[in-house]
């Protein structure tokens, strides 16, 4: 038993040395302190480290198919009137969505940006007034109201009984609706009246579209959209204006829900337009985003960069309509973050180092400056006997 215990002792790796032998000096007294104070900070560092989730980022290709996007938006018109904006998107696919009305809240501002009223979309309701039939007499009491379309129709047995309708059985037929004084409707509920009633007004729309996951645009600009000859126009002429000021504010543009981290280039950029009008056009990229939190929840995303670029136009001409433009693409690389804590044993390997490290190298300091005394004492002492 005593042979095994004295083979143990031998193996001991830390020999003890009699007190009566340390040398205690100055020196090492600071050294020891200024040591303990950077493990102490150092420890403190990686615990803080081990206490909060670090995000590890990931690129992979994205191979999602048949998913829509969600595009929420705040914009804001100082100059353009709620009655005259239109909002509309369409993609590669072929896919058109016009005069977009569904999800989407417009508020009317005055000159100084405060709100005059908030509204779904429209013009609002008809003024009750014997209205014209579509045979050509007036509105009696007992009969049912089916107003003209005005060579609209698509069958006969479509009425038109509002302004909207008129202007919306127009915009099928691609055509545009040049006076409206001419017709009842918009003659009845004061359409023209109403957008001069708007005259120096601004507009505040927000909402969200929800879009195929390929490469489109929407866009905001003045008018009833239609197509002529394959080519996407606007109704400008019944508003009788030869410029619009598509002066804006985007207040929020994001593509999908929100997560910790993320950055929406466009959030509170402002553009004056200084030309009579225009076409102001954002181009983006669309990258993919998938975030992970450190309980497992995950939040399908994205995130974007954009350009911008600005087309004055002329009155009249198709290609360059006034509006603001927002083109975008998509990458075909996802974006991953996943937030994790580091592990228990990591967080302990980094302690020991902190500690064997810093001890280590502030004994290396303590014996350099220690031997280095105890030399310059004994030359100085061989100095004073010779």
């Known amino acids: 038993m005593d042979n095994i215990m004295s083979k143990l002792r031998n193996l001991d790796a830390y020999p003890k040395i009699n007190e009566d032998f340390y040398s205690r000096t100055l020196s090492g007294g600071v050294i020891t302190i200024a040591s303990s104070i950077v493990m102490l900070l150092l420890f403190l560092s990686e615990l803080r480290l081990y206490l909060h989730a670090v995000t590890e980022t990931k690129l992979v290709v994205d191979t999602s198919r048949g998913e829509t996007l969600r595009i929420n938006f705040d914009v804001t018109f100082p100059a353009l009137p709620c009655s005259i904006l239109s909002l ?55 009969e049912t109201y089916c107003g003209s379309c005005y060579g609209a129709e698509a069958t006969d047995e479509d009425c038109c009984n509002n302004c909207e309708e008129v202007r919306e059985a127009y915009r099928k037929k691609g055509w545009a609706l040049s006076n409206p004084d001419l017709i009842d409707q918009c003659k009845r509920e004061g359409f023209l009246q109403r957008i001069k009633d708007e005259e120096g007004e601004g507009c505040n729309v927000y909402g969200f579209l929800e879009v195929n996951k390929v490469a489109g645009n929407f866009h905001f600009a003045p008018g009833k959209s239609f197509q002529q000859s394959n080519v996407h126009v606007h109704d400008l002429l019944s508003f009788q204006k030869d410029s619009f000021n598509i002066s804006h504010k ?37 990258v993919p985003t998938v975030y992970t939190d450190v309980s497992g929840h995950t939040i399908q995303s994205n995130q974007f960069s954009v350009t911008e670029h600005f087309r004055t136009s002329e009155y009249g001409n198709l290609q360059f309509l006034p509006g603001v433009f927002f083109f975008y693409d998509l990458s075909p690389i996802k974006v991953t973050f996943m937030e994790e804590h580091s592990s228990f044993l990591h967080f302990l390997t980094n302690v020991c180092a902190i500690v064997g490290g810093v001890f280590t190298v502030s004994g290396i300091l303590d014996s350099f400056i220690y031997h280095g005394q105890k030399a310059i004492r004994k030359k100085m002492e061989i100095g004073k006997f010779s």
Do not use: C
């Open 250 to 286: 985007i207040n929020r543009l994001a593509f999908g829900d929100y997560f910790p981290g993320v950055v929406n280039p466009l959030d509170g950029v402002k553009w004056t337009q200084q030309t009579p009008s225009g076409m102001y056009q954002y181009f983006i990229k669309v």
């Open 88 to 142: 509309d998107a369409m993609d590669i696919s072929g896919e058109q969505h016009l005069d977009v009305k569904h999800d989407i809240i417009k508020k009317r501002l005055d000159s100084h940006g405060n709100v005059i009223e908030t509204r779904q979309d429209g013009i609002g309701a008809p003024k009750i007034e014997k209205p014209l039939q579509r045979h050509g007499g007036r509105l009696e009491h007992n």
